[in-house]
């Protein structure tokens, strides 16, 4: 049977200020796949996350997203099944279900409706004691958790996540991979994971791409990528070796 794409990129490129920060003549990312873009600060991830989740649009190319051409061209309840978790992720001013709910109210999800769903994420993700209290004054690491928990409620199609666990404690960083981990399990979820931390990339990942310079340098499956890799670039960062 052959893979489905979910994304498929062709000669994407996007430039800020004259200054080109992302160049990708082509790179297709599988459905229900989970895909680790790794790379020094600068490099480009955050912007191709940004592209594929339609917050920016390139300014040559095209990014399709499964069999339509234009990812810009979607209806929104299409787009709607992308979902962001950001580094730093922006929550309302009330309490942790309210924000987990969100994403279901906006979607037209009654309040008896989408309660059991909140309430299985938040116990899932060890915040059922702060179902009440203000998200904003929680915990870095709370707030992630009120972050994916937001993201996964309405059971998107693709998840996208910018360096979700950056400067997380130990414990929180294993509530949020064993949560991802079980999403993955409980069915097809396109994951896209942004992040610094080559140990989480070989954890989670089944593929993995270093981008440099805003140019996909290589893409492979994660033990390849990290046991033989076909560019000597590879081989350096993996082992923790500056790169340009």
């Known amino acids: 049977m052959p893979t489905e794409i979910e994304f498929a990129l062709e000669d994407v490129r996007r430039v800020y200020a004259g200054r080109t920060v992302l160049d990708i003549p082509a790179l297709e990312i599988r459905r229900g796949e989970l895909l680790a873009l790794v790379g020094p600060s600068g490099s480009g991830k955050s912007t191709l996350l940004r592209l594929l989740n339609g917050l920016e649009k390139p300014d040559t190319g095209r990014i399709g997203f499964r069999q339509q051409p234009d990812l810009g061209a979607l209806p929104l309840a299409t787009r709607r099944q992308i979902t962001t978790v950001f580094q730093h992720p922006r929550l309302l001013d009330r309490s942790v279900e309210e924000n987990v709910a969100l994403g279901l109210r906006i979607r037209g999800v009654g309040r008896a409706t989408a309660r059991p769903r909140v309430r299985?994420?938040?116990?899932?993700?060890?915040?059922?004691?702060?179902?009440?209290?203000?998200?904003?004054?929680l915990s870095a690491g709370e707030r992630q958790r009120v972050a994916l928990a937001r993201s996964l409620a309405f059971d998107p199609a693709v998840l996208l996540l910018d360096e979700?666990?950056?400067?997380?404690?130990?414990?929180?960083?294993?509530?949020?991979?064993?949560?991802?981990?079980?999403?993955?399990?409980?069915?097809?979820?396109?994951?896209?994971?942004?992040?610094?931390?080559?140990?989480?990339?070989?954890?989670?990942?089944?593929?993995?791409?270093?981008?440099?310079?805003?140019?996909?340098?290589?893409?492979?499956?994660?033990?390849?990528?990290?046991e033989t890799p076909l560019d000597a670039r590879v081989t350096a960062f993996v082992r923790g070796e500056m790169v340009w």
């Open 120 to 137: 299985e994420l938040l116990d899932e993700l060890g915040l059922a004691a702060h179902a009440r209290a203000p998200a904003p004054r």
């Open 164 to 226: 979700p666990t950056a400067n997380l404690d130990p414990h929180n960083v294993s509530l949020l991979e064993e949560r991802i981990r079980r999403e993955r399990a409980r069915r097809p979820l396109t994951v896209v994971l942004v992040t610094h931390n080559v140990f989480q990339a070989r954890r989670l990942a089944d593929r993995c791409a270093l981008l440099l310079g805003g140019k996909l340098v290589e893409v492979g499956e994660t033990q390849r990528f990290f």
